[in-house]
T-cell receptor
Framework: GEDVEQSLFLSVREGDSSVINCTYTDSSSTYLYWYKQEPGAGLQLLTYIFSNMDMKQDQRLTVLLNKKDKHLSLRIADTQTGDSAIYFCAHLRDSSYKLIFGSGTRLLVRP | GAVVSQHPSRVICKSGTSVKIECRSLDFQATTMFWYRQFPKQSLMLMATSNEGSKATYEQGVEKDKFLINHASLTLSTLTVTSAHPEDSSFYIC????????????????FGSGTRLTVV
């Protein structure tokens, strides 16, 4: 997605925290999402945040939203090897209800 | 939770043949389904929006005659890749949203497990 950008790769050690970043251009989005894709599989919704929120925490996941800078991040605490996957941020294009995805960040968790 | 079943998960076909991929919402009705294509190590590209009972809406650059979409019921959408060629080889994923406001996430988009198409 040309209007949603992510870094392509992140490598962390097991037990450390992972922070995956995303920037977007469409300021009208009401909802922003984080999806996880394991090899050869579809997408699993991890969490979402409403645009009037700054932060949302769900167990090991923390989402931070900076609307001014149009920056979204996903922090995974105590990263495990099972967290190795591709992580996509996405926003809902309200006018059409289409999900627009970023390029995905491949997370590699080293033992 | 909402479940979307996609079949087949993997298909190999000869160049020039057509392949049909099914996307079913198992426990909810979906007026709208979306079809995505994913190239290796790349993001998901939205191909088209499938609307029950009406014509699909295709994204710019997607050939409607090449990728035929049929959404004949509230639980089934099909994508047919016609006269497939090696460049059509890709990972195709569908998603569906409940017609009513259900699901844990806003608009309740649920994704199928994807179909790996290889054209030889």
């Amino acid at each position: 997605g040309e209007d949603v950008e992510q870094s392509l790769f992140l490598s962390v050690r097991e037990g450390d925290s992972s922070v995956i970043n995303c920037t977007y251009t469409d300021s009208s989005s009401t909802y922003l999402y984080w999806y996880k894709q394991e090899p050869g599989a579809g997408l699993q919704l991890l969490t979402y945040i409403f645009s009037n929120m700054d932060m949302k925490q769900d167990q090991r996941l923390t989402v931070l939203l900076n609307k001014k800078d149009k920056h979204l991040s996903l922090r995974i605490a105590d990263t495990q090897t099972g967290d190795s996957a591709i992580y996509f941020c996405a926003h809902l294009r309200d006018s059409s209800y289409k999900l627009i995805f970023g390029s995905g960040t491949r997370l590699l968790v080293r033992p | 939770g909402a479940v979307v079943s996609q079949h087949p998960s993997r298909v190999i076909c000869k160049s020039g043949t057509s392949v049909k991929i099914e996307c079913r919402s198992l426990d909810f009705q979906a007026t709208t389904m979306f079809w995505y294509r994913q190239f290796p190590k790349q993001s998901l590209m939205l191909m088209a929006t499938s609307n029950e009972g009406s014509k699909a809406t295709y994204e710019q650059g997607v050939e409607k005659d090449k990728f035929l979409i049929n959404h004949a019921s509230l639980t089934l959408s099909t994508l047919t890749v016609t006269s497939a060629h090696p460049e059509d080889s890709s990972f195709y994923i569908c998603s569906a949203s409940p017609t009513s406001s259900q699901g844990e996430d806003p608009y309740g988009y649920t994704f199928g497990s994807g179909t790996r198409l290889t054209v030889v």
